[in-house]
């Protein structure tokens, strides 16, 4: 028996996997090679999970690392629809916010330059397009924005300044006075 064979075998079996022919079953996993719920095609990122019930320990599916983390067959068994999806997403997201922006703020600060430099590279191959779409957002939009921009704001100094002025005000004596108090 191959050594990465036993020990698959041997790590499902101190997982708690209850399964009556472990050999036949690491082939059909080896073999398997899309999500047997939500048929996405296994990747590096996206690796082949093999399920079971931690209660029974008897096995499941073979499923992909997002539907095994977030028990998505299990929750929608048939299937699950685009709006199915979003609700789902919804949910994970209001339980879980503070943990994904620390997350995620954590990563910015890691990765800042990289980013920059990937924002960057894709303004300089697409300035013509977003310099259009700009343009267009503008003549949409028109009187919505210029309304916004004459909108009254209280700036963190405690003055009241129109959101248009913003940048120039923070940029200012009174401002800088502030911040340094």
């Known amino acids: 028996m191959p050594r990465s064979k036993s020990n698959a075998i041997c790590k499902w079996k101190k997982s708690g996997l209850i399964c009556d022919d472990y050999n036949a079953l690491y082939e059909t996993y080896i073999k398997t090679t899309e999500c047997q719920h939500c048929q996405i095609e296994f990747t590096e990122k996206n690796k082949r999970c093999l399920d079971h019930d931690h209660t029974t320990g008897l096995f499941r599916k073979i499923v992909c690392n997002r539907c095994n983390n977030q028990d998505i067959y299990i929750r929608f068994p048939n299937g699950f629809t685009e709006q199915d999806r ?3 997403q919804q949910e994970y997201y209001q339980a879980n916010k503070e943990r994904i922006k620390e997350r995620d703020k954590e990563y910015y600060q890691a990765n800042k330059e990289r980013i920059k430099e990937r924002d960057k590279e894709y ?3 697409n300035k013509e397009r977003i310099k259009e779409y700009k343009k267009e957002h503008y003549q949409t939009n028109k009187e919505r924005i210029k309304e ?8 963190e100094c405690g003055s009241i300044v129109r959101r248009g002025d913003i940048a120039q005000h923070k940029r200012s004596k009174k401002h800088s006075l502030w911040v340094q108090l």
């Open 86 to 88: 979003k609700e789902y």
């Open 123 to 125: 303004y300089q191959a």
């Open 148 to 155: 916004r921009i004459k909108e009254k704001i209280e700036c």
